[in-house]
């Protein structure tokens, strides 16, 4: 049995620490809101968040940070990508030489363009740091439905040994070296999702999303790899897995908010009618910049830029995709 805590009492983070605990560990959530962690110890269900799921009662929770950090095998860092730095920052005074953490949010700083464990590690320099991903509602996990998901380390025996921590006959969990590879898959499927519900949202069909799918996995792997990433991980669970599941699933947050813009929605109004965090607001931008800094075509992001930023019509967007120059699906050198 490990010790753990969450960091972090959103859906995720509630899905997650339930999971652990019918893992057998022994499991702590914090919240950085005390109403909230009185709620939970007295309702034992995040009713606006996670409904349905009970949370047992020997599952602790605290808004003391010192103590969720203190004495433990594994912190999961659950909170919003927004403020994966400030709570990050808050932990480093408490946090022992070689505590291992690995991060379950999924996005890219815009003003940094630093991936979330580069932050982590930046405010927490002694921890060792891991990421999870992969196509894994939070709302499929708290019901125990089958979920695959990949945890990504610098060290193999760090992913094996949370590999093996987190591991159930519902959820089965890969490992890879690739970290970046997986954060630039994580981040940058939320802002094809937003097109892909934006598609919906217009009323078109699926042959739409398909296209906004593979068209999309292709613009993250040209930049993933152009920054180190290897292709492969593309092409798996934090790539094409967790795009295929964000764009399509009614659970998405990203595509729901598409789905608005789609039907007329300003940004600001659909991501108040989310009422979460709709991460691929964030990371449309840091996607865009990363474009440019590394010189890769990726017009399915810049045109979800031009709509959430620049008040273009999502319908216009949708018909400057498909009126763009003739190009070859795949490299024109290959051509007899």
């Known amino acids: 049995m490990a010790n753990i805590s969450v960091i972090g009492a959103g859906s995720w983070g509630t899905a997650l620490a339930w999971l652990l605990h019918n893992n057998g560990h022994q499991v702590t959530v914090w919240s950085i809101m005390e109403e909230e962690v009185q709620m939970l110890k007295t309702e034992r269900e995040h009713k606006a968040k996670l409904p349905g799921v009970k949370l047992p009662e020997d599952m602790e929770f605290t808004s003391d940070l010192k ?6 095998d594994l912190l999961v860092l659950a909170v919003p990508s927004p403020y994966t730095r400030s709570t990050s920052h808050s932990m ?14 999924k996005g890219i700083e815009d003003k940094t363009l630093m991936t979330l464990s580069d ?5 927490i320099p002694q921890a060792e740091v891991a990421v999870l991903s992969g196509p894994s509602h939070a709302e499929e996990v708290g019901k125990g439905l089958p979920t695959t998901i990949v945890v990504g380390a610098r060290k193999k025996a760090t992913a094996e040994y949370i590999q093996g921590l987190f591991m159930s006959p519902v959820f089965r969990v890969y490992t890879s070296p690739d970290i970046l590879g997986i954060e630039i898959g994580a981040a940058l499927k939320n802002v094809i ?8 949202g217009l009323g078109y069909g699926d042959n739409t999303k398909a296209a906004l799918i593979t068209r999309g996995i ?35 947050r990203n595509r729901k908010a598409g789905f608005l813009i789609g039907q007329g929605y300003t940004m600001q109004a659909a991501m108040d009618e989310v009422k979460m965090i709709v991460e691929g607001v964030y ?4 996607g ?6 590394y010189k890769i075509d ?17 319908s216009d967007a949708v018909k400057e995709l498909m009126l763009r120059d003739r190009k070859d699906e795949i490299g024109a050198d290959l051509w007899q």
Do not use: W, Y
């Open 67 to 72: 103590a969720a950090c203190e004495n433990r």
């Open 193 to 200: 999702a937003l097109a892909a519900g934006t598609a919906d």
């Open 298 to 314: 990726m017009p399915i992001i810049k045109i979800v830029n031009q709509v959430l930023f620049e008040n273009k019509p999502a």
């Open 283 to 286: 990371s449309a931008k840091a």
């Open 119 to 123: 932050i982590i590690e930046q405010e």
């Open 218 to 252: 292709s613009e993250i792997a040209r930049l993933g790899t152009a920054m180190g990433a290897q292709a492969e991980t593309f092409f798996g669970l934090s790539g094409i897995g967790d795009l295929v599941v964000t764009c399509a699933s009614v659970h998405s």
């Open 288 to 293: 865009l910049l990363l474009s440019q800094k």
């Open 92 to 105: 480093a005074g408490l946090v022992k030489p070689g505590q291992l953490i690995v991060n379950v949010a």
